[in-house]
């Protein structure tokens, strides 16, 4: 035990638990973001020609 402390028998209540007060949605929205940051670009699809195409119902 520190030596700045009383030392007592008797036994200290609990200290009372605290919440960070942050609300679901910002926690929620801050890991979004930190997975949204964390993921690498993809890669573009081989298989396209890069120019964009006609939706075949576009006539």
Known sequence: MPAD???TT?????RPFTLAGVSMRELLSSCAAA????TP????????TGEPTE?????
């Open 10 to 14: 008797e036994a200290r209540p609990p």
């Open 35 to 38: 997975e949204a940051v964390s």
């Open 55 to 59: 939706h075949p119902r576009a006539a």
């Open 5 to 7: 402390e009383p030392q």
């Open 41 to 48: 670009p993809r890669l573009p699809d081989p298989a396209g």
